[in-house]
T-cell receptor
């Protein structure tokens, strides 16, 4: 199993650009989440999904959209990038209360 | 989910046991204690979890006090590769909230020679 994979690993955007961070898992987990981590901070929950077709907001959802059309994929869309969205983004899937994290995407918005 | 309190940093000599404390005085009866760690900008890694009994796996041991208001993660023989930020999280394990973990700032463990 590849576990949780994320692409790209690094991304630089200009203010106002949009992009999609990809996340996929091959463990058939129903529950998936997106977090962001700012320097020196803990992880903050952006959006999560309890199954295909079902998503909900986390702690810091503004400026981000998600969809869950399949069990495997949970993409995160930045609608209009802002410098405040410069961060490391982690995707995770959950099974039995245990979360499995991807390697992260490092995003810089200029 | 109950709030947790951890020391911001700790040091440990390589080969010695690292004991990381966590206070969770408002824990509810159905809330588990989870421990994760994050090694230098990598994704967090699950270590161990428990409800009220002490638990042990290949990575660590978890000691939960009888009143469940605090716990200690024990790395029995710390190595340099154990240098990381360790997060203690208390939450209910249920399907509806399984995706939601609240991470604090954790304890930064530095293992030294």
């Amino acid at each position: 199993n590849a576990g949780v994979t994320q692409t790209p690993k690094f991304q630089v955007l200009k203010t106002g650009q949009s992009m999609t961070l990809q996340c996929a898992q091959d463990m058939n987990h129903e529950y998936m989440s997106w977090y962001r981590q700012d320097p020196g901070m803990g992880l903050r929950l952006i959006h999560y999904s309890v199954g295909a077709g079902i998503t909900d907001q986390g702690e810091v959802p503004n400026g981000y959209n998600v969809s869950r059309s399949t069990t495997e994929d949970f993409p995160l869309r930045l609608l209009s990038a802002a410098p405040s969205q410069t961060s490391v983004y982690f995707c995770a899937s959950t099974n039995g209360g245990r979360q499995y994290f991807g390697p992260g995407t490092r995003l810089t918005v200029l | 989910d109950a709030k947790t309190t951890q020391p911001p940093s700790m040091d440990c000599a390589e080969g010695r046991a690292a004991n990381l404390p966590c206070n969770h005085s408002t824990i509810s009866g159905n809330e588990y204690v989870y421990w994760y760690r994050q090694i230098h900008s990598q994704g967090p890694q699950y270590i161990i979890h428990g409800l009220k009994n002490n638990e042990t796996n290949e990575m660590a041991s978890l000691i939960i006090t009888e009143d469940r208001k605090s716990s200690t993660l024990i790395l029995p023989h710390a190595t340099l590769r154990d240098t990381a930020v360790y997060y203690c999280i208390v939450r209910v394990t249920s399907t509806g909230t399984a995706s939601k973990l609240t991470f604090g700032t954790g304890t930064r463990l530095q293992v030294t020679l």
